[in-house]
């Protein structure tokens, strides 16, 4: 049985170390989570396996790490300062914020008729009522008043004012200086870095189009209403690709990637039939995207929501920086003589002219990834015994640990000794962590280690080092399934070759 909620999924994070909220002991701080030693391993790796995919299994593709904090130019002339934003709106009783969307659509269904009625609209398509909200906010502010719309926090009907953008960037200072100019921002999304080396890349491995760039890094949203867990965090990580590629081969190369990143998220366990692709409409778009496929996953307790969008975003970054650039007087004016511009294009394949790519982003959240990959693993089973138990049956390359060696009893020298030697023989092979467990209660070994999905056991027991019943086990050791619970008996010097089959 799937995960039946968010609040398993939540639980089963803290109580075995994969998830913390942050700052946690100074009372939390909302939308930052940490992730413990088990998150941080499933984190890296989801990370190497989109890596792997996308950066080593292909020939058209660079990676790059590029800064957090990004000029503030850069953020102006991609069009986030004025248009990244999200609608907020203010409860006059209580000071209480909210973002606009998020408060109508937690209210009862007939609240939000009502609002839709008020403004024109048909409470079936929640987004146009939305885009009709924001676009008329005195109109609006009487729809919620009139409508009874309830603030969540108090349950009582609001006296709300008229929603305004919010913009969701970090400010920061840089450098000790006490002027207003010197601010950066912390970047929103990791792709500007990637635009703003295109060039370095292009000139430093000499690539033609098609090939992409890959990155895999934090960005930062200041989230009005940061909620659900992992979902919806300000703090958070993307796994992104721009693949830059000819105008006019952009469609194709969208379908390309759309199918691609499918097939990738079936091979992390996370199937197909649990994802719908949402062609945004045109009224959603986000202001660089000529079209959107936004791959939407049936998260628990959630429903279906984003867990990573796929956007065609045209020439808008390139064509919008290099612009921008000769407005600034960095490079000659592209309208005047776009031959001239060493920055931001490349040479057409067939003409060999300059011209500013199409560019299709395929951008996943890491944390997003954490939280499907969890709830596809997360699995009840009630055994021969009538017992019921917990069992994380995440595909081996992603379990945090692979192999747990067990001795039989914490305090037998000559056990646990051999135990280390095993464990220390394992490591060896790169298979990721192998954990030496000597907690002593190879029940509760069993236990935990079907809790956070380690695929294999190992465990060093008196009949290993010739002191049990069964002579003719000495040198082997029990290797436990964590799936199928198949306990076989496996000789040590075949061990380390037995394991990497099983892994690989
Ligand atoms: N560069 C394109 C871009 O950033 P996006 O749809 O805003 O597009 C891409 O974000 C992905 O990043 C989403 O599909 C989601 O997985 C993740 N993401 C966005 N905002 C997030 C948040 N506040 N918390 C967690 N993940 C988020």
Redesign the pocket.
Known sequence: MPATSMEELVSLCKRRGFIFQGSEIYGGLQ?FYDYGPLGVELKNNIKAAWWRSNVYERDDMEGLDASIIMHRQVLRHSGHEATFSDPMIDNRKNNKRYRLDHLVKDQKADVISKVAEAIGQSAENFPAVVAALNANPAQASQALKEAGVRDPFSGEVGDWTEPKPFNMMFKTTIGPVADDESYGYLR????QGIFTNFKNVVDSTSRRLPFGIAQIGK?F?N?IT?RNF?????E?E?M?IEFFCTPGTDEEWHEHWLEKRLSWWEAQGVPRSKIEILDVPKEDL?HYSKR?Y??MYDYPTLGHE????I?NRSDYDLGSHTKNQSELGLVASVEENLDSIAKLTIPHPETNKPVVPFVI?P???V???MLAVLSEAFTKETLENGNERIVLKLKPHLAPIKVAVIPLARNKAELVDLARSIKSDLQKLGLGRILLEDSGNIGKAYRRHDEVGTPYCVTVDFDTVGKGEDASLTDTVTVRDRDTLAQERVKISELTAYLQAKLK
């Open positions: 939308g929103p999304e990791t792709a960005a949203r989230e940061p992992i979902f919806r965090v300000r958070l993307q992104e986000a959107t936004d791959l984003e867990i990573e969008g956007a982003e951008s996943a959240g944390d997003r990834a």
